[in-house]
C-alpha cells in the first residue's frame, strides 16, 4: 500500500509561503526604521542589514516553496489549444494553475530582490523611491501559496488519472 504525503507537502508549501510573506512584510518594517530623506522623486536612504536578511529568508522560502511544489507536482504540460480543449478537466486545472504561479512567482521574486538589494549597500544610496517592494513581494507570497497548492493537488489528480488509465485493459480489435 503507497502512502499519501499530498496533504503534508500541501501543509509545507502553504507554510512556506506564509512565513516568506510574513518575512517579506518584516523587512518592509525593518527597513521603514532606519533613516531616510526624500528629496522629490528621489529618496536617500540608510541600508538596514535586517531587512537585507528578511528580505533574502522570504525569497529563498518563496523559491524553495515553488520548487518543491514543482518537482513533486510533476511536469504537466499541454503543446496546443487543441491539446488543451481535449484534456480532463484536472490537466487543464494544473496547466492554468502552473501558469498563474509562476507569473506571481516572478512579479514576487523580483520584487523581493530587488528590495534586498536595495539594503544589501554598505552606505546610504539615493534612488528612484522604490517603496512597499518587500511588502508587496510578501503579500504576492501568500498569493503564490493559494496558486502553487492547487497546481500540486490537480497535477497530482492528473497524473493518477493517468495511470488507472493506463492499467485499464484495451480490448482487442475483432473480439468481443
Not at 512565513?19 to 530623506?37: D, P, S, V
Not at 487543441?82 to 480532463?88: F, I, L, N, S
Request: net charge positive.
Amino acid at each position: 500500500m503507497t502512502k499519501n504525503y499530498g496533504f503534508l507537502i500541501c501543509i509545507l508549501v502553504m507554510v512556506m509561503d506564509i512565513i516568506a510573506g510574513i518575512l517579506g512584510i518584516q523587512a518592509e518594517i525593518a527597513q521603514n526604521k532606519e533613516e531616510h530623506m526624500k528629496v522629490g522623486v528621489f529618496e536617500c536612504r540608510v541600508p538596514s542589514y535586517q531587512a537585507f536578511k528578511l528580505g533574502l529568508a522570504a525569497t529563498i522560502l518563496l523559491a524553495l516553496a515553488h520548487v518543491i511544489a514543482n518537482l513533486l507536482g510533476g511536469c504537466i504540460c499541454v503543446w496546443s489549444r487543441d491539446q488543451y480543449t481535449k484534456a480532463t478537466a484536472n490537466r487543464q486545472l494544473a496547466v492554468a494553475f502552473l501558469i498563474f504561479s509562476w507569473m506571481i512567482l516572478a512579479v514576487a521574486f523580483s520584487m523581493l530582490i530587488i528590495g534586498t538589494l536595495a539594503n544589501s549597500r554598505s552606505k546610504q544610496s539615493c534612488n528612484i523611491l522604490n517603496h512597499r517592494l518587500l511588502s508587496i513581494g510578501g503579500v504576492l507570497c501568500f498569493i503564490h501559496g493559494l496558486f502553487v497548492v492547487p497546481y500540486y493537488v490537480s497535477a497530482t489528480a492528473t497524473r493518477r488519472e493517468e495511470s488507472k488509465r493506463l492499467e485499464q485493459p484495451r480490448p482487442i480489435p475483432g473480439h468481443t
